[in-house]
Every structure is written in structure tokens, then in C-alpha cells.
């Protein structure tokens, strides 16, 4: 069984730290966990390691957050993965932080990177974790916030969150989006 998981941000130092490169991170540190060395692609940093027999595929895409469909529709026909055993990390402004929550299928909710996956790679039914972020922000400051880089406080909690976030991944590879959701969800 082979899996696809993408962690949605964009590149360059100037976004690395910022609420919306949490699916980078979050990769990363799956990456850390499994001893996965990053290499540059076709549209995508790739990675992969094998976990319970299954060969665990990720990718950060280089195409900007706005244009993620084009390295996902590329590596999911190029690895031969169907969209059901594809995973895409993305921030929320709509979950509080550190609010994770899996769907198997969804709308795109304004999140650009999400509309650009349902266009280029045939609708709404993939699965994504939705990673919060929070909406601390005046009004008219939605993208000063999610390009902003985090603060003290959720910099500490960050690693309990994409921790939880991994578990989840994992238990996705491995039991399935079903009852990944009943148990993880809440």
C-alpha cells in the first residue's frame, strides 16, 4: 500500500515560520521522526519511509500555496496513488489552535491551496487535516495573520499539536480514514 501525504505551505525563508506553512512543518517533523531526507523534484520537495509495510510517500510542493494542485495532481499520477490514500495538511483559521481534524472529504472552505487541489485533481473527495490556527487577528488582517510567523506561546505548544498530527497520519496509513476520525476527532 502506497500513500501520499502533503504538506501544504509555501517556500523560502520568509514564510518558514508562519501559521501558513503548518503542513511544511508538520511533514518535517514526520520526516525527523522516520529519518526521511528531503530531496528536490518536479514541483515538490519529496520524501518517503516505509511504516507498517506501507511505503509512506510526502511531499511539500514548490509550487506556491495558491498552485498546490499541480505538484499533487503530478506526484499522486506519478506514484500511482489513488485520492482515497492521499492525506493533505492544511491550516484553518475556523479551528481554534491546535484543533486537528480529519475529513475524508470536504470543501475548500476559501483556502486557495484546497481550491487549487479540487480543480486539478477532479473535486472535493480527498482526505485533509485540517491543522488550526486560530483567528486572533483585527478585522482586515486575515493575511498579515496567517503570514505571520507565530508567537512565543504557540511556538511552545506547537510540537505537542504536530505530534498528534502525526499519530493521526500514521493511524490514516494504517486503520484508515474511518476510524482515524472516531478516534481522533472530537
Avoid at 127 to 133: A, C, E, H
Wanted: positive net charge; aromatic residues 12%.
Amino acid at each position: 500500500m502506497k500513500y501520499l501525504i502533503v504538506g501544504l505551505g509555501n517556500i523560502g525563508p520568509e514564510y518558514e515560520l508562519t501559521r501558513h506553512n503548518v503542513g511544511f512543518l508538520t511533514v518535517d517533523r514526520l520526516a525527523d521522526k522516520y529519518d526521511a531526507q528531503w530531496k528536490s523534484d518536479r514541483l515538490a520537495f519529496i520524501s518517503n519511509f516505509k511504516y507498517k509495510s506501507r511505503q509512506v510517500y510526502m511531499i511539500k510542493p514548490t509550487t506556491y500555496m495558491n498552485l498546490s494542485g499541480k505538484s499533487v495532481n503530478y506526484w499522486m499520477k506519478e506514484l500511482n496513488i489513488p485520492k482515497e490514500n492521499i492525506m493533505v495538511i492544511v491550516d484553518d483559521m475556523a479551528l481554534p489552535f491546535g484543533k486537528l481534524r480529519m475529513r475524508a472529504k470536504g470543501s475548500a472552505a476559501g483556502h486557495n491551496g484546497l481550491k487549487n487541489i479540487e480543480a486539478l485533481c477532479g473535486g472535493q473527495d480527498y482526505p485533509r487535516l485540517r491543522f488550526g490556527i486560530g483567528d486572533d487577528f483585527p478585522k482586515g488582517k486575515q493575511v498579515e495573520y496567517v503570514l505571520g510567523r507565530w508567537s512565543q506561546k504557540e511556538i511552545d505548544e506547537l510540537p505537542i499539536f504536530m505530534d498528534k498530527a502525526i499519530d493521526m497520519i500514521l493511524s490514516f496509513c494504517t486503520v484508515g480514514i474511518n476510524m482515524t476520525m472516531t478516534q481522533f476527532n472530537d
